[in-house]
């Protein structure tokens, strides 16, 4: 049974970094594309979850929203069968709970494949 444990998050200042780890039992994380999607204070979760960055399965290519362009970047360790996002030069718009969703095995990936097998997510601040 699949079961995603996430975790990283906390407080940051605007221009530092966190990095959010997303592990998963169950599966073999490599074989299916994976998200982090975040959601904003006071948003509607049923319709304001905000896809940051995907990475397909097998060649593990990645993508990113334009928001976090050049600032985020998600990663992979198969040997633990995690996924990674690190956050650098964070801005305060970078605030949300941030989710990891574990998607199907279609590349590349779209955030409209993201459906089920969500994590309880994590809260990230970015405040001074």
């Known amino acids: 049974q699949l079961q995603i444990v996430q975790s990283g998050g906390g407080l940051a200042q605007p221009g530092g970094a966190l990095r959010l780890s997303c592990a998963a039992s169950?599966?073999?994380?490599?074989?299916?594309?994976i998200g982090w999607f975040r959601q904003a204070p006071g948003k509607d979760p049923s319709k304001d979850r905000e896809g940051v960055s995907c990475m397909s399965s097998g060649s593990g290519d990645s993508y990113y929203a334009d928001s976090v362009k050049g600032r985020f970047n998600i990663s992979k360790d198969n040997a633990k069968n995690t996924v990674y996002l690190q956050m650098n030069r964070m801005k305060p718009e970078d605030t949300g709970v941030y989710f990891c969703?574990?998607?199907?095995?279609?590349?590349?990936?779209?955030?409209?494949?993201?459906?089920?097998?969500w994590g309880e997510g994590t809260l990230v601040t970015v405040s001074s």
């Open positions: 169950g599966i073999t994380m490599k074989y299916y594309a």
């Open positions: 969703v574990v998607g199907p095995n279609i590349s590349p990936p779209s955030w409209a494949i993201f459906l089920d097998n």
